[in-house]
């Protein structure tokens, strides 16, 4: 705005200098010009009074040497007579000069007593004024004049015109400037935030009100903009799964803790390229695909996560303003899809081992195939394989009823007591494999469902059976600690290979396949425990090595 004052002032400045030097120029050229043709005027009339009176011997005066008749260079008088000779002149011999009857001053002269006319220089410079005059003898004085024109007189100023007119500008540039500063500042200095404190002009009141009212008007608009923000970062930031929201070119415009933590990332990458949160072409192509066609599903892997991601579009009437990403953290539900479809074929194969056994043997005694010496021996076998499948049942029962997580009766257990128990159970199947099985520690009381503890107990204490070697021993150990109890089973079996720990717990699973099935053994024994323990809170410690006997711990917590 200064700048525009600045040059508008500038230029009204440099306008009225000339234009006032136009008109002063004008002015005074006319009235100089004019005072010039009124002395013409008047030394014609003497001039022409001599002549009449002495004739041809007064103008010869004029161009004497007598310094006392000199005739001024300023005018020149031509005498002309009636048939346009020049009979004098006092500037030039009038033998020399050519006839004077065609020219218009004299002919107007002839004819009307006086006249007057101005010729111009070929160059536009100078003009000539001339005045004629007829006498009485029928002669014609004449008088003229030379005159420089407008332009002579600007060609002639020129340098001083430019010298005043460069200081006219430069100090009215000055002034401009300051003028333009002076008028700026007050509007400079408002305070938006309170505009009608300070009414610098009166002619901006309507405009200062205007803003006070629209200020009104965005400061509500702000605080009901930060309020639906601030709702917005609280229920985000509550959610579990990750929220992210992008605009058109992919840019991150929010995200909430839950994405920050899925994605491993902070809020520094806001108003950043989603690429350099996740690099994926998976993720790129849903991005992309969910801009164009709507919404897009993909799954993919962070950090050891497996993340489930919909993405969907979001318009403004038919424009496309950016996308959502809504991210869920489906780790164990893949775990547990992926457990149910394991526990599945696994089932099935167990099953349909001792069935085929059971079904192969009842099919050979229905058909009478079996001589009357053998049938005791395929009654057992069926007896056999439907005693491990009952037994196969109810671990599949059992882990069921864990898996839900149903609520049982909780009582206060002795686990000592609860050892010997469990070890007195057991003691014949340890007797048939020449064991000793042994029961030490204090008596120690925890938390629990009773049926639950023995059944955990009598697992681990009939894998240590199963997988020990003749004349070893078993032995459970209970002990107390600082703020926990343990139940340790420890034998001098086998022992489980380093690289089999983390996978002993697992449904159906077992390190040598061939032995456990010989042993009768269902792969769910450890799978029960650890989800015993788990039920109650406690932790199992594992310490085994192949041919050096197993130690498991389980460690519970008496808060």
């Not at 491993?264 to 350099?276: G, M, P, S, Y």
Request: glycine content about 6%; some cysteine; aromatic content about 6%.
């Amino acid at each position: 705005m200064s700048k525009r004052i600045f040059q508008s002032a500038l230029t009204i400045a440099a306008a009225v200098l000339l234009a006032s030097f136009v008109i002063v120029l004008g002015c005074l050229y006319d009235y100089f010009g004019t005072v010039q043709a009124n002395q013409l005027k008047d030394e014609l009339r003497l001039a022409a009074y001599a002549v009449e009176e002495s004739g041809q011997p007064y103008l010869e005066k004029l161009t004497s040497t007598d310094y006392r008749y000199t005739w001024t260079p300023d005018y020149r008088l031509t005498w002309i007579a009636s048939d346009g000779t020049v009979l004098f002149d006092t500037e030039e011999p009038a033998e020399s000069m050519e006839n004077h009857g065609n020219r218009a001053e004299i002919r107007e002269a002839f004819a009307r007593g006086e006249s007057s006319t101005v010729r111009y220089s070929d160059t536009l410079t100078e003009r000539t004024l001339y005045y004629a005059r007829s006498l009485n003898n029928g002669t014609v004085l004449r008088i003229s004049a030379s005159q420089a024109t407008v332009l002579a007189l600007v060609l002639a100023m020129l340098q001083p015109i430019l010298v005043v007119g460069t200081l006219a500008v430069i100090l009215s540039a000055v002034l401009a400037s300051r003028m333009a500063k002076k008028i700026v500042q007050p509007l400079n200095s408002l305070d938006l935030e309170h505009p009608l404190e300070k009414d610098a002009y009166e002619e901006l009141s309507p405009l200062l009100r205007r803003i006070q009212q629209q200020r009104g008007q965005i400061s509500a608009q702000m605080r009901e903009l930060r309020t639906r923000a601030d709702e917005f970062e609280q229920i985000t930031k509550s959610m579990n799964e990750g929220l992210v929201v992008l605009n058109q070119k992919g840019a991150i415009l929010s995200i909430n803790p839950a994405a920050q933590k899925l994605f491993d990332t902070d809020r520094a990458c806001i108003q950043k390229d989603f690429l350099t949160v996740d690099r994926t072409h998976e993720m790129s192509t849903a991005i992309l695909a969910a801009l164009e066609d709507g919404h897009s599903e993909v799954r993919v892997a962070r950090s050891g996560r497996e993340l489930q991601v919909d993405i969907s579009r979001v318009e403004s009437g038919s424009a496309v303003i950016g996308a959502v990403l809504l991210a869920i953290d489906v780790t164990e539900q893949a775990a547990a899809e992926r457990s149910r479809r394991e526990f599945t074929a696994n089932v099935s194969h167990e099953l349909k081992t001792p069935l085929q056994s059971i079904l192969g043997s009842a099919e050979l005694l229905k058909n009478g195939m079996v001589r009357q010496e053998d049938i005791s021996q395929f009654s057992e076998v069926i007896h056999k394989e439907a005693a491990r499948l009952v037994t196969l049942v109810e671990d599949i029962i059992h882990l069921s009823r864990l898996d839900e997580g149903a609520e049982m009766e909780w009582e206060t257990v002795d686990l000592l007591m609860l050892a010997n128990n469990a070890a007195s159970a057991l003691r014949d199947n340890a007797e048939k494999k020449h064991l000793q099985i042994s029961v030490v520690g204090e008596s120690t009381q925890v938390n629990g469902v009773p049926g639950f503890l023995y059944e955990m107990v009598c697992n681990l204490c009939d894998n240590a059976i199963k997988y020990n070697v003749e004349d070893g021993f078993v032995e459970i150990i209970v002990s107390k600690g600082a703020g926990n109890a343990s139940l340790t089973v420890r034998d001098t079996g086998i022992g489980i290979p380093p690289e089999y720990h983390s996978r002993v717990f697992e449904r159906f699973f077992r390190v040598d396949k061939s032995r456990s099935k010989a042993s009768g053994g269902t792969g769910l024994g450890l799978s029960i425990v650890k989800h015993i323990a788990q039920y109650h809170h406690a932790i199992i410690e594992l310490q085994s090595d192949a041919g050096n006997g197993t130690s498991i711990s389980v460690v519970f917590p008496l808060t």
